[in-house]
C-alpha cells in the first residue's frame, strides 16, 4: 500500500482516485472546487479543498510524506505546471503530471515532474490497436513500442507444444503466460500445450506481433 497526493479532480482525476482506492491505496484528494471534492469522499482517505499553485497550502500537506504526487489538473495548464513545480520544491519523492501535447511534457519533466502520463494519447493509441487487429483482445503498453498483448491462439497453433512453435526464436516474441476459463497459467515449458480455446500473454515489439499473429 502507498500514500498518494492526487491533486485534480476532473473526471480523469476522479477515475484515478477509483482505481487507487480499489487498488487499496491510502489517497488524499486536492481541488479547489468543493463539489469535485465532495464527489470523492466515499472511496479517499481524506480529501481537502484548496490552491494548488499556493505554496501555503501545499506545505500544508505536508508533500514531502507521500509516496507519489499525482497531478490530473487538465484545464489548466499554468497551474498543472506551478503546482508541479512546487511540488519538487517542497521535496515531492516522485511527481507524476498530465499532460496533452509535447510541449507541456517538456515543460513539466524541466520544471520537477518525474514522469508525463498523456490519457487521452495512450487511450487514442490503445483504441487504435486494438480495435483495427483482428486477433488482439487487448494490451499493455510499456517503452519504446513494446507492450505485454493478449491475443487468441493462432488456428495452425491448435494441439502444439510450446516447443514446436518456438515463437521466441522466429518472431522475437515472449510467451509469458496462457490464459484457461478466465484463469492464468504461468508455469510454462517446451512441452507446454497450446489449444485454440486458450488465450495467450505475450511480450514484444508491436510490429513483431503484427508479423506473429498479423494483428
Partial sequence: MKSILLIGLGRFGRHVAEELNKLGHEVMAVDKDEERVEDVMSYVTAAQIGDSTKQEFLESLGVS???VCIVTISSNFQSSLETTSLLKE?????????AARDVQAKFLLRNGADKVVYPERQLAKWTAIRYSSDHLLDYVELEDDYAIFEVDVPAEWNGKTVGEINIRKKFNV????????????????SDTMIRSDQTLMVLGHYQDMKKCFHT
Avoid: C, H, P, W
Fill in 174 to 189: 515472449t510467451l509469458m503466460a496462457i490464459r484457461e476459463n478466465g484463469e492464468l497459467q504461468m508455469s510454462i515449458n
Fill in 65 to 67: 510524506n507521500y509516496d
Fill in 90 to 98: 517542497l521535496g515531492a519523492k516522485f511527481v507524476v503530471s498530465r
